[in-house]
């Protein structure tokens, strides 16, 4: 593990081939998760991922992107472990169909009966906890500024903070609770009850400073395109999260343009799921055509291309970029790389 003592936003993405989550630290005070899984629970350097990147910060927020286990999985016990302050939580239909629908693509993503009771089982435990948050939990439809804040940097000098979240919009959220879930599954639009979930999604974009992050969960095109249609006049981005694992469903070639900036080096991670062979490589070869520095968190690989070996870079500016991948049988691992 490498320590980090200049003036930074420093963001860690984990994953394993199942599950993500993006934990994002600004000057060991501000702390913002997106998305939750087991993984953050290992442990590095005597302390779990998630507590060496946590412990210094005073604010603590997190916000739960939808409804699908490997991005939520594990977060009651963080929540209660690392007193998370405030949260966003997924929009929730409210209805056995929507319960049944959360276990079966569980079962179905993972081949494991076990799974779709794990995926059952948090789902229940996050919904009573979200009960109990008050004011501290909430969702909501259309576009929430989370966060506008300043914080001064470890020189004194001071940044503005904003935190920006786009979920459905009304017109978006009449036409799923129009259509009752259990017939769904066959709706042309969503192919899949799984990607009814994938379109609830929240979106975040982050600026600090001159600094601009966007993360897109697994929202597929429409809804990325919408989000992209209220930041096109200021967007000039450092750093994207890849939406669902590299699929189709969420990145063409125009919407890599559209991503593409006027920065010197943009970054693009993608979290891989295994088992459904994501990333596809035509969507990591969009990001790489158009210059992108492309990441991987399961294989360290720059696109699809493996690297022979794992390489530490010096990083001469204050964005960070920490990537952390584990499995069953393997040694916890990381590496840093310049935005």
Same mark, same amino acid.
């Given at each position: ?106 079962? /179905?993503?993972?081949? #494991? ?5 794990? @995926? ?6 996050? +919904? %009573? $906890?979200? =009960? ?124 890599? /343009?559209?991503?593409? #900036? ?5 970054? @693009? ?6 088992? +459904? %062979? $994501?990333? =596809? ?59």
């Amino acid at each position: 593990m490498i320590n980090v003592s200049t003036h930074f936003i420093k963001i860690k993405v984990v994953g394993s081939g199942f599950g993500e989550s993006i934990l994002i630290n600004i000057s060991d005070y501000f702390f913002l998760g997106i998305d939750c899984n087991k993984n953050l629970l290992y442990k590095a350097d005597e302390k779990t991922v998630l507590e060496g990147f946590i412990e210094n910060c005073q604010k603590k927020y997190w916000i739960l992107s939808h409804y699908h286990l490997d991005h939520y999985n594990r977060f009651v016990q963080i929540f209660e472990n690392f007193k998370i302050e405030k949260v966003i939580v997924p929009q929730d239909f409210s209805s056995k169909d929507f319960i049944k629908l959360i276990k079966s693509d569980a079962k /179905k993503n993972t081949g #494991s009966e076990i799974e779709g009771k794990k @995926a059952e089982g948090e789902y229940s435990k996050l +919904s %009573k $906890l979200v =009960s109990n948050l008050g004011y501290n939990g909430f969702s909501f439809i259309g576009k929430c500024e989370f966060l506008k804040c300043v914080i001064s940097d470890r020189k004194g000098v001071k940044k503005e903070l904003r935190v920006k979240v786009y979920g459905l919009t009304s017109k978006m959220e009449k036409e799923i609770k129009s259509s009752e879930l259990s017939k769904a599954l066959n709706n042309s639009k969503y192919a899949t009850g799984g990607e009814i979930i994938n379109y609830t999604s929240y979106i975040t974009y982050i600026t600090y400073g001159d600094f601009q992050g966007i993360f897109f969960a697994d929202a597929p095109l429409e809804r990325i395109n919408s989000c992209l249609a209220n930041l096109k006049s200021t967007l000039n981005l450092d750093f994207i999260k890849i939406g669902h694992h590299g699929s189709k469903t969420s990145s063409n070639y125009e919407l890599v /343009k559209k991503l593409n #900036s006027n920065k010197k080096l943009q970054t @693009a991670i993608v979290t891989p799921f295994l088992k +459904s %062979k $994501l990333p =596809s490589k035509e969507v990591m070869k969009n990001y790489m055509d158009l210059k992108f520095n492309v990441q991987n968190t399961y294989t360290y690989h720059q696109g699809n291309v493996q690297k022979k070996e794992k390489k530490l870079c010096q990083i001469p500016n204050e964005h960070r970029i920490e990537i952390f991948s584990n499995s069953e049988n393997s040694s916890v691992d990381c590496s840093y790389y310049k935005i």
